[in-house]
């Protein structure tokens, strides 16, 4: 499985970015995808995902209500508009897939627990 991120950027507190993640290579039809991302000295969090089932999206609680995954089935790419961005969101997002029995989701997001690809991650910054 291929992931190519890319929309990360520089915008000031209360802007917008879209983030999206060009994937290929999928050897199942049942998976999750999605984002995650690393701030600077911090661990590594699920932001969101979506089932490639039924649509289902989850989130983790930092971000409800101001970021908003999607995905274009046509092109398999996967889509995050994050709306009303604050400098916690400052971060290195990554886009990564998992099987879906491989995935749980809670108020922290997505986690994937085993099977799971990464693409290389596109920098938000987020300044005042």
């Known amino acids: 499985v291929q992931l190519q991120a890319s929309g990360g950027g520089l915008v000031q507190i209360g802007g917008s970015l879209r983030l999206s993640c060009a994937a290929s290579?999928?050897?199942?039809?049942?998976?999750?995808i999605g984002w995650f991302r690393q701030a600077p000295g911090k661990e590594r969090e699920g932001v969101s995902c979506i089932s490639s089932v039924d649509g289902s999206t989850f989130y983790a609680d930092s971000v409800k209500g101001r970021f908003t995954i999607s995905r274009d089935n046509d092109t398999n790419t996967v889509y995050l508009l994050m709306n009303n961005l604050q400098p916690d969101d400052t971060a290195v997002y990554y886009c990564?897939?998992?099987?879906?029995?491989?995935?749980?989701?809670?108020?922290?997001?997505?986690?994937?627990?085993?099977?799971?690809?990464w693409g290389k991650g596109t920098l938000v910054t987020v300044s005042s």
């Open positions: 990564a897939t998992a099987p879906l029995y491989a995935v749980t989701a809670g108020p922290n997001g997505c986690r994937y627990h085993a099977k799971h690809y």
């Open positions: 290579g999928f050897t199942s039809d049942s998976y999750a």
